[in-house]
C-alpha cells in the first residue's frame, strides 16, 4: 500500500464515517473553510491538514476505489466509508509508523513554502560564493527573495569558506539519526556545477509517484522546521525561518473574522445574523470555529459553566456523539454541545 492510501486509510479511520470521505480531501488539501478547519482539530488531524494541496478528487477516488477492493473500506452511502476489520488490524500492525512522523501541516502550512525557497537560494548562493562565480541566474527570482538573501550574506560575517562549512555542517547534522532519506532534499538543490532537480524529476529517480515524494518532501522540510526552531545549534538556518505572527486569528476564514470582529463590538448572534444577512447555523459554525482557534476565547457568554461540567462529564464517560449527549444533556442546546467539546477539542459525530 503506499503511503498515500495508508494516510486516507488513517485519516478515514480517524473520523469513524461521521463525515464524508471528502471531508478529507479538503483537509488534505488545506481547504479554508469553517467545517474543514473544525475537522481538523476535533477529529485530532491537524498534521495533515494541507500537506497534499494538489491531490485531485479524482486521484482521492481511485484510492478510495484501491481500500474498498482490497477489503480495508466499506461503503455505507454514497461518500460515507467505515474501515473494515482488515483495514483496522492494517492500521494496527502498522502503527508505528503508518505516515511520516514530521508532518506537521497546521502550524508550519504558511512557512514550509517560503522556508524552502530561502534554504534553495542560500545554498545556491553559498555554492557559488565558494566557487567565485558570479554569473548565475537565482533560482528565486523575486525581490523579496533577492533582498533576504542580501540581508543574509550581509549579516553573518563569516568569510565564503566558512559559511559553507557551517551551513554543510547544520544540515549535516539535522539528518544525523533521522529515518529520512535525505536525497529527497538534496536532489532538489541547485549549485555552482549543478542544477537541481523538479519534484516530477526526483520523484521519477526515486522512483515514487509525485504525490508521494510531494508528502515525503513536506515531511523533510517539516522537520528541519521542527528541529531549527528555537535552537541555538542551527545559527544560519535559524535565519532563514519566516517571523511567526502570534495572532492566533492568522488561522481563521475571513467569514469567521468579520464575524469575530462583531463579536468583540458586542453585538450578539441575532445582531450579527441580521447585520452579515447569514444564517443562524453559519454564525454558530464560526463561534465553533473561534472556540477552536482562539485558546483564549471565553464561552461562557453561550454556554453556563454548570451545562459545559455536565456535557464534558457525559463525554469523559465515552458518549461522544452530539445526539447521546443531547439526551443525557438535554438542557443543553446541539451548538452549545458543538462549542463546549470544540473548545475542549474532542470528536464527536451527528
Given at each position: 500500500?503506499?503511503?498515500?492510501?495508508?494516510?486516507?486509510?488513517?485519516?478515514?479511520?480517524?473520523?469513524?464515517?461521521?463525515?464524508?470521505?471528502?471531508?478529507?480531501?479538503?483537509?488534505?488539501?488545506?481547504?479554508?473553510?469553517?467545517?474543514?478547519?473544525?475537522?481538523?482539530?476535533?477529529?485530532?488531524?491537524?498534521?495533515?491538514?494541507?500537506?497534499?494541496?494538489?491531490?485531485?478528487?479524482?486521484?482521492?477516488?481511485?484510492?478510495?476505489?484501491?481500500?474498498?477492493?482490497?477489503?480495508?473500506?466499506?461503503?455505507?452511502?454514497?461518500?460515507?466509508?467505515?474501515?473494515?476489520?482488515?483495514?483496522?488490524?492494517?492500521?494496527?500492525?502498522?502503527?508505528?509508523?503508518?505516515?511520516?512522523?514530521?508532518?506537521?501541516?497546521?502550524?508550519?502550512?504558511?512557512?514550509?513554502?517560503?522556508?524552502?525557497?530561502?534554504?534553495?537560494?542560500?545554498?545556491?548562493?553559498?555554492?557559488?560564493?565558494?566557487?567565485?562565480?558570479?554569473?548565475?541566474?537565482?533560482?528565486?527570482?523575486?525581490?523579496?527573495?533577492?533582498?533576504?538573501?542580501?540581508?543574509?550574506?550581509?549579516?553573518?560575517?563569516?568569510?565564503?569558506?566558512?559559511?559553507?562549512t557551517q551551513l554543510f555542517k547544520e544540515l549535516?547534522?539535522?539528518?544525523?539519526?533521522?529515518?529520512?532519506?535525505?536525497l529527497i532534499l538534496i536532489l532538489r538543490l541547485?549549485?555552482?556545477?549543478?542544477?537541481?532537480?523538479?519534484?516530477?524529476?526526483?520523484?521519477?529517480?526515486?522512483?515514487?509517484?509525485?504525490?508521494?515524494?510531494?508528502?515525503?518532501?513536506?515531511?523533510?522540510?517539516?522537520?528541519?522546521?521542527?528541529?531549527?526552531?528555537?535552537?541555538?545549534s542551527y545559527p544560519l538556518l535559524e535565519q532563514?525561518?519566516?517571523?511567526?505572527?502570534?495572532?492566533?486569528?492568522?488561522?481563521?476564514?475571513?467569514?469567521?473574522?468579520?464575524?469575530?470582529?462583531?463579536?468583540?463590538?458586542?453585538?450578539?448572534?441575532?445582531?450579527?445574523?441580521?447585520?452579515?444577512?447569514?444564517?443562524?447555523?453559519?454564525?454558530?459554525?464560526?463561534?465553533?470555529?473561534?472556540?477552536?482557534?482562539?485558546?483564549?476565547?471565553?464561552?461562557?457568554?453561550?454556554?453556563?459553566?454548570?451545562?459545559?461540567?455536565?456535557?464534558?462529564?457525559?463525554?469523559?464517560?465515552?458518549?461522544?456523539?452530539?445526539?447521546?449527549?443531547?439526551?443525557?444533556?438535554?438542557?443543553?442546546?446541539?451548538?452549545?454541545?458543538?462549542?463546549?467539546?470544540?473548545?475542549?477539542?474532542?470528536?464527536?459525530?451527528?
Amino acid at each position: 500500500m503506499s503511503v498515500i492510501q495508508k494516510l486516507v486509510l488513517f485519516c478515514l479511520k480517524s473520523i469513524e464515517n461521521q463525515r464524508t470521505a471528502y471531508a478529507i480531501l479538503h483537509l488534505l488539501n488545506g481547504k479554508k473553510s469553517s467545517q474543514t478547519i473544525q475537522d481538523a482539530h476535533l477529529f485530532h488531524l491537524k498534521q495533515y491538514f494541507h500537506v497534499l494541496p494538489h491531490l485531485t478528487r479524482e486521484e482521492f477516488n481511485q484510492i478510495l476505489d484501491f481500500l474498498i477492493e482490497k477489503n480495508y473500506v466499506t461503503c455505507l452511502n454514497e461518500g460515507t466509508y467505515r474501515i473494515t476489520e482488515k483495514g483496522d488490524i492494517y492500521i494496527q500492525v502498522h502503527a508505528e509508523p503508518i505516515l511520516p512522523i514530521y508532518l506537521n501541516g497546521w502550524s508550519y502550512n504558511r512557512m514550509d513554502k517560503l522556508f524552502w525557497e530561502r534554504l534553495s537560494l542560500m545554498v545556491q548562493v553559498i555554492s557559488n560564493l565558494v566557487a567565485y562565480n558570479g554569473r548565475y541566474l537565482p533560482i528565486q527570482n523575486n525581490k523579496p527573495h533577492l533582498d533576504w538573501i542580501k540581508n543574509f550574506i550581509q549579516r553573518n560575517r563569516f568569510n565564503r569558506y566558512e559559511l559553507a562549512t557551517q551551513l554543510f555542517k547544520e544540515l549535516q547534522h539535522l539528518f544525523t539519526n533521522k529515518k529520512i532519506d535525505p536525497l529527497i532534499l538534496i536532489l532538489r538543490l541547485t549549485g555552482s556545477k549543478r542544477i537541481g532537480l523538479t519534484a516530477h524529476q526526483a520523484a521519477e529517480q526515486l522512483q515514487m509517484s509525485v504525490l508521494t515524494y510531494h508528502l515525503h518532501f513536506t515531511n523533510v522540510i517539516h522537520m528541519i522546521l521542527t528541529e531549527v526552531k528555537g535552537k541555538t545549534s542551527y545559527p544560519l538556518l535559524e535565519q532563514l525561518l519566516e517571523t511567526e505572527e502570534k495572532n492566533e486569528w492568522i488561522h481563521l476564514t475571513q467569514s469567521t473574522r468579520k464575524t469575530a470582529i462583531y463579536l468583540n463590538q458586542g453585538y450578539d448572534i441575532e445582531d450579527i445574523i441580521k447585520i452579515r444577512q447569514l444564517k443562524q447555523g453559519t454564525i454558530e459554525d464560526h463561534i465553533v470555529e473561534l472556540a477552536i482557534i482562539d485558546s483564549s476565547f471565553d464561552i461562557d457568554i453561550y454556554v453556563p459553566p454548570e451545562v459545559q461540567r455536565n456535557i464534558m462529564k457525559t463525554s469523559t464517560n465515552g458518549i461522544k456523539q452530539l445526539k447521546y449527549i443531547r439526551q443525557s444533556v438535554p438542557e443543553a442546546s446541539y451548538f452549545q454541545i458543538r462549542l463546549v467539546l470544540a473548545k475542549h477539542k474532542s470528536a464527536v459525530s451527528v
